[in-house]
């Protein structure tokens, strides 16, 4: 072992007349502690947040949204789709038709989306169809229900809180309202239809669930008063290529095409959730720059303490540079000691975090209910060497003040 790393423990090391010196390097080695732990567990909250969200938004919505402007919609859906499967990265294709309406059951109403889907095809773009919590999706496919005595009524499937709002479930009988009005002599009335709810839905997105009915193609064309479909909705096999794939049917297909990818539709939730996660970071981060100003509190209070032993080694032969590394090595022994224990604090943290679910937030605002913590082997690694470094960088002062200690004058007056 190097006599600069011996001497560097062996100051670490209080005896009983230099305990507040080495308790000032213990308050240190906390700090330095309690910022990357702090860190670690914040870089898993935003992490997690961010990836939860992406992951249920992934499997509630497509990635890309085509929209033929120049005939009013998609009036061939059919062969559009089979176009649009030839391109690369493209998985599933399925038309859809989308408009605001209104929801009545008893004395209960809601405004909700109402989504008109093709049952064949919409599991390759959504996972709608395995997120059925009661009934089955297929139904809304079916032939009008005409069961007991009551008229034959097309279906219609509802999210899980939606459903709950209504206090409806399946087999319940609740009355659509669209704004396409129908000629009345009383004027333009809107367009009501009695629907059978066949199931109910939880995509684990609170907007999803409290704001969306679910048609089948033909019956929201109906209501809607729409003569096509209005986008084809598409799959990509990666998520990062698909804006490319947006670009690549504009390029091909020309101006008649209006797409809209994944990104563009949440661009404001994720800048939001970055720029949080960017703000949190520097927050956290300045309690590991005051745990390094402690350091150096810590070392100059260690080089006075220690000016006669300075003294001592240079007359015996050590060198400044051999002075300077003791200090260096002390200084970096506590960020290390510190980093370490913070990063397994940390980790250890958030697994308590995201395995028990202690972590709960309101499901309006940020659409789920509680939050996952996700460790990134990087962003950790980013942590330990950013805290390291900036408790190298505060031995450098010290260390150097150290190495130009006058062996005489500490020897005179020491």
């Given at each position: 072992m190097?006599y600069e790393?011996q001497?560097?423990?062996?100051?670490l090391?209080?005896?009983?007349?230099?305990?507040f010196?080495?308790?000032?390097s213990l308050v240190s080695?906390?700090?330095?502690?309690v910022?990357v732990?702090?860190?670690v567990?914040?870089?898993a909250l935003?992490?997690?947040?961010?990836?939860?969200?992406?992951?249920r938004?992934l499997?509630?919505?497509?990635?890309?949204?085509?929209a033929?402007i120049?005939?009013g919609?998609?009036?061939d859906?059919?062969?559009?789709?089979?176009?649009?499967?030839k391109?690369p990265?493209?998985?599933?294709?399925?038309?859809?038709?989308?408009?605001p309406?209104?929801?009545r059951?008893?004395?209960?109403?809601a405004?909700?989306?109402?989504?008109g889907?093709?049952p064949?095809?919409?599991?390759?773009?959504t996972?709608?169809?395995?997120?059925?919590?009661a009934?089955?999706?297929d139904?809304l496919s079916?032939?009008?229900?005409?069961?007991g005595?009551?008229p034959r009524?097309?279906?219609?499937?509802?999210?899980k809180?939606?459903a709950?709002?209504?206090a409806?479930?399946p087999g319940?009988?609740v009355t659509?309202?669209?704004?396409?009005?129908?000629?009345?002599?009383?004027?333009v009335m809107?367009?009501a239809r009695?629907?059978?709810?066949v199931?109910?839905?939880?995509?684990g997105l609170?907007e999803m669930?409290?704001?969306y009915?679910?048609?089948?193609?033909?019956v929201?064309l109906?209501?809607?008063?729409?003569?096509?479909?209005d986008?084809i909705?598409?799959k990509v096999?990666?998520?990062y290529?698909?804006?490319?794939?947006?670009?690549?049917i504009?390029?091909?297909?020309?101006?008649a095409?209006?797409?809209q990818d994944?990104?563009q539709?949440?661009?404001?939730l994720?800048?939001?959730?970055?720029l949080?996660?960017?703000?949190?970071?520097?927050t956290i981060g300045?309690?590991?720059?005051?745990?390094a100003?402690?350091?150096?509190a810590?070392?100059?209070?260690?080089?006075?303490?220690?000016?006669?032993?300075?003294a001592i080694?240079?007359?015996m032969g050590a060198?400044?540079r051999?002075i300077?590394?003791v200090?260096m090595?002390q200084?970096t022994?506590?960020g290390l000691?510190?980093?370490?224990a913070?990063?397994?604090?940390g980790?250890g943290?958030s697994f308590?975090?995201?395995?028990y679910r202690?972590?709960?937030?309101p499901?309006?605002v940020y659409q789920?209910?509680?939050?996952?913590?996700?460790?990134?082997?990087?962003?950790?690694?980013?942590?330990?060497?950013?805290?390291l470094?900036?408790?190298f960088?505060?031995?450098?002062?010290?260390s150097r003040?150290a190495?130009r200690?006058?062996?005489?004058?500490a020897?005179?007056?020491?």
């Amino acid at each position: 072992m190097p006599y600069e790393l011996q001497v560097a423990i062996r100051y670490l090391i209080a005896r009983r007349r230099q305990a507040f010196v080495s308790l000032i390097s213990l308050v240190s080695t906390l700090g330095v502690a309690v910022g990357v732990t702090a860190l670690v567990v914040a870089l898993a909250l935003m992490t997690g947040l961010q990836g939860e969200l992406r992951d249920r938004m992934l499997g509630s919505m497509p990635h890309v949204y085509v929209a033929k402007i120049a005939e009013g919609g998609v009036a061939d859906p059919a062969r559009e789709r089979a176009q649009l499967l030839k391109l690369p990265h493209v998985v599933g294709a399925a038309p859809v038709v989308i408009g605001p309406a209104l929801v009545r059951a008893g004395e209960r109403s809601a405004f909700v989306t109402l989504k008109g889907v093709d049952p064949a095809t919409e599991a390759t773009v959504t996972e709608l169809p395995q997120r059925m919590t009661a009934g089955r999706f297929d139904a809304l496919s079916a032939p009008p229900d005409a069961s007991g005595s009551g008229p034959r009524l097309d279906g219609i499937a509802l999210g899980k809180d939606l459903a709950t709002s209504l206090a409806v479930r399946p087999g319940d009988v609740v009355t659509v309202l669209t704004p396409e009005g129908t000629l009345t002599p009383m004027g333009v009335m809107p367009r009501a239809r009695s629907l059978r709810v066949v199931g109910i839905f939880s995509l684990g997105l609170y907007e999803m669930d409290s704001a969306y009915a679910v048609l089948s193609l033909p019956v929201g064309l109906r209501l809607m008063g729409k003569g096509y479909p209005d986008y084809i909705q598409l799959k990509v096999d990666d998520l990062y290529q698909a804006h490319a794939v947006a670009e690549s049917i504009v390029a091909a297909h020309g101006a008649a095409y209006q797409v809209q990818d994944f990104a563009q539709m949440n661009q404001s939730l994720f800048s939001a959730l970055q720029l949080e996660k960017m703000a949190v970071s520097i927050t956290i981060g300045l309690i590991v720059m005051v745990a390094a100003l402690n350091i150096v509190a810590s070392l100059v209070l260690m080089v006075m303490e220690k000016s006669r032993d300075i003294a001592i080694l240079k007359t015996m032969g050590a060198t400044r540079r051999s002075i300077s590394i003791v200090f260096m090595l002390q200084g970096t022994l506590i960020g290390l000691a510190g980093t370490l224990a913070g990063v397994a604090l940390g980790l250890g943290l958030s697994f308590v975090l995201d395995r028990y679910r202690l972590v709960r937030i309101p499901t309006d605002v940020y659409q789920i209910s509680y939050v996952p913590f996700r460790i990134e082997p990087f962003a950790v690694a980013v942590v330990a060497g950013a805290a390291l470094l900036i408790c190298f960088l505060a031995t450098i002062y010290p260390s150097r003040q150290a190495s130009r200690l006058d062996p005489a004058e500490a020897l005179r007056h020491g």
